[in-house]
């Protein structure tokens, strides 16, 4: 995948979360006592403002500063899809498989088999009419298998589309934020 990279930054502040909590309060009806934010509070002693705040207080006040990147996607492999693709569709079939045989071996444990095997013999006057699990299962498989490669064959197809389309009209474009570049500011007052 090609990306083009235009970066800002950008400040996430934490504080929002008593307007939240107020919204809940009042949507559900819940009365909590008010929560006071450290603008609202009043000083206790003239001791430094980072002695006055508790272990909550400074997590509250705590805003990170991430970068804010714009990437555009302009190019996406066709052999990375048929992996991953192939992968993605080969595990359903097996759980669809072995749902299948878990559901089965139910059917036929609390006699569902049976009742319909019967059913379909009254209803359209068959002499004899068996449901064989062993035909069912490798009908299932085999088709399940055609299935699997019929659809990593269309998200191979659909892969090279977006590229064709992504080279006439430039990509898509993404904006996303490095967490890996985030690091804690403080709104604390500096010494001195």
Excluded: Y
């Amino acid at each position: 995948m090609t990306a083009i990279d235009d970066s800002e930054d950008t400040v996430f502040s934490t504080k929002s979360t008593a307007s939240i909590e107020e919204r809940e309060n009042a949507f559900f009806g819940e009365e909590k006592e008010p929560t006071v934010t450290l603008a609202e509070a009043e000083p206790v002693s003239p001791a430094p403002v980072a002695a006055k705040l508790s272990p909550v207080e400074r997590i509250q006040e705590r805003r990170l500063r991430a970068r804010k990147v714009r990437r555009l996607v302009r190019h996406i492999e066709p052999w990375s899809v048929l992996k991953v693709s192939l992968l993605f569709f080969f595990c359903i079939w097996i759980v669809a498989m072995v749902a299948g045989v878990l559901l089965w071996n139910a059917a036929v444990a609390s006699g569902v088999v049976g009742d319909i095997e019967n059913f379909t013999q009254e209803l359209f006057a068959l002499e004899e009419f068996a449901l064989v699990g062993e035909e069912i299962f490798s009908a299932a498989a085999i088709g399940g298998l055609v299935l699997a490669v019929a659809a990593t064959g269309f998200a191979v197809l659909i892969a090279i589309l977006l590229n064709l389309i992504s080279d006439l009209t430039g990509g898509i474009r993404v904006t996303v934020v490095e967490e890996e570049t985030a690091r804690p500011i403080s709104t604390l007052p500096r010494r001195g």
